[in-house]
């Protein structure tokens, strides 16, 4: 049984071929926030809109749903990262000459950056938060005019929050193996630039959930909240409101409070863990202009603001850039983010406030606007994405020793082990291979010697 149709649920359950099993989804339709619409032949992801290509799980999963060779890449010539700062946009500086070439940070600034690798390593046991590593390592300009942009782009959140360790525990592996950043960059022969490319399928995003749905037929039941959950001599129990299920293994991968809720009479300690992880509220606001509208034509792959500009929004993404086929020809097409834990009342703004916002934040991006959007659309994320404050790892602790504890039950969602799709996949297929074994070892006991 498996409680939770989102990415994580549906890839738990499509990794489990040959066993008898159920997904239950409280919502109408599967697939969380990874889904898409179609409006007058354009293809508008209403959440994520693609993921890095670094995940062999989420390459098996491709596979395995007969997806691999459709796979759409992000466009090559939408390289370019913008950082908007003082009054204007600014490539973000991903090499060693651009870094010294840019007017992003100031000389002072470089050279704090270039201390870096004669600096000692930081505090063991210690959870630091991403600005205190960051500010520790490279300064505090490059928390606020690299680390910030790039943390509210990714996660909407804040650097002061979010648990390095958690959020980007390669960043806190490089330091503890090479003392410096530097150093374990010249050790892997890489830049500052992202590792792996975009990729999405050619109708989008939501075609990877739609897919996964689709491959389960009747195994996915929608419209069918759990109530509760309870031991049995056998096994499990999950009540609904439709009548209980039965079941040897139960996979919890809805959010975390309806995990914290199922858990409550279980094990209250896990239950407040799971309570303590908190999610930024996320709006998306994706607009369709005439090619021409603004002074700067958008090119690259997006922009991301820099703390302390008064923006109003996260950044915007170019589709049109970075994924042609979902504009039409002769139109921009813009994904722009609010809110998250930076802003998060702006996701309460009324439609025409919030849009007036975005279009203001256009206008310092790209300039003056001389035509009028063909087309707006915003999907509002209450629960947007979970955040990974500091103390998370103690929680995700807590969760994992409850499911040691308590034989056949499983945990999975984005709250855990990753926010992005190929994590939550990786994820799925990992509780898979957890619940064959626990299925193969209850079997083998029932059957005696």
């Keep these: 049984m498996i409680v939770g149709g989102g990415v994580s649920g549906l890839a738990t359950a499509n990794c489990l071929d040959g066993v008898d099993l159920i997904v239950l989804e409280a919502a109408a339709s599967a697939g969380g926030n990874v889904r898409t619409e179609h409006i007058d032949g354009r293809i508008i992801d209403k959440g994520p809109n693609g993921w890095l290509n670094t995940a062999p799980a989420m390459d098996r999963m491709l596979s395995r749903l007969g997806l691999s060779d459709v796979v759409v890449q992000a466009n090559d010539k939408a390289h370019t990262r913008w950082i908007y700062a003082d009054g204007k946009m600014h490539p973000a500086p991903l090499t060693p000459s651009a870094f010294f070439s840019t007017s992003l940070l100031p000389w002072w600034a470089k050279l704090r950056v270039l201390i870096e690798p004669f600096l000692p390593r930081g505090p063991e046991g210690v959870d630091e938060s991403v600005a205190q590593f960051v500010a520790r390592r490279l300064g505090q300009k490059f928390v606020d005019r690299m680390v910030g942009p790039m943390v509210a782009g990714i996660h909407a959140a804040r650097p002061e929050d979010l648990s390095l360790a958690s ?58 909240a759990v109530e509760g959950l309870s031991q ?48 930024a509220p996320v709006t998306v606001v994706v607009s369709a202009w005439p090619s021409g509208t603004f002074d ?73 606007r001389r035509a009028e959007p063909t087309m707006v659309r915003a999907y509002h994320h209450p629960a947007g994405i979970p955040q990974y404050t500091v103390g998370h790892q103690s929680r995700v602790g807590a969760v994992c020793a409850a499911a040691d504890r308590f034989g056949g ?15 939550c996949v990786t994820t799925g297929e990992q509780v898979a291979a957890n619940v064959r074994a626990w299925l193969e070892l209850t079997a083998a006991t029932e059957d005696g010697p």
């Excluded at 990877?208 to 749905?213: I, N, P």
């Excluded at 039950?409 to 994590?423: E, P, Q, R, S, T």
């Design 167 to 224: 959020a980007f525990p390669k960043m806190a592996e490089m330091e503890a193996q090479y003392r410096s950043l530097f150093l374990a960059m010249l050790a892997k022969k890489r830049g500052g630039a992202p590792a792996g490319q975009l990729q999405t399928l050619p109708q989008g995003a939501g075609q990877l959930t739609d897919t996964m749905a689709t491959r389960l037929g009747d195994r996915l039941q929608c419209d069918t």
């Design 232 to 279: 049995t001599k056998d096994g499990w129990r999950v009540h609904t409101a439709g009548g209980d299920f039965d079941a040897e293994a139960v996979v919890l991968a809805c959010p975390a409070p309806v995990q914290a809720k199922l858990m409550r009479g279980l094990d209250a300690g896990v239950a407040e863990a799971l309570d303590e992880i908190p999610y």
């Design 296 to 368: 700067q034509a958008p090119s690259g792959f997006g922009v991301l603001a820099a703390r302390g500009e008064r923006v109003g929004v996260l950044g915007t993404l170019f589709t049109s850039e970075t994924y042609p086929n979902q504009s039409k020809s002769g139109e921009i097409l813009l994904r722009t983010m609010v809110g998250g834990a930076v802003h998060p009342a702006a996701t309460k703004l009324d439609h025409q406030t919030l849009l007036g916002r975005v279009y203001d934040a256009h206008g310092l991006f790209f300039g003056k």
């Design 409 to 423: 039950l499983f945990f999975a969602g984005n709250h855990l082990g990753g926010i992005g799709v190929k994590d």
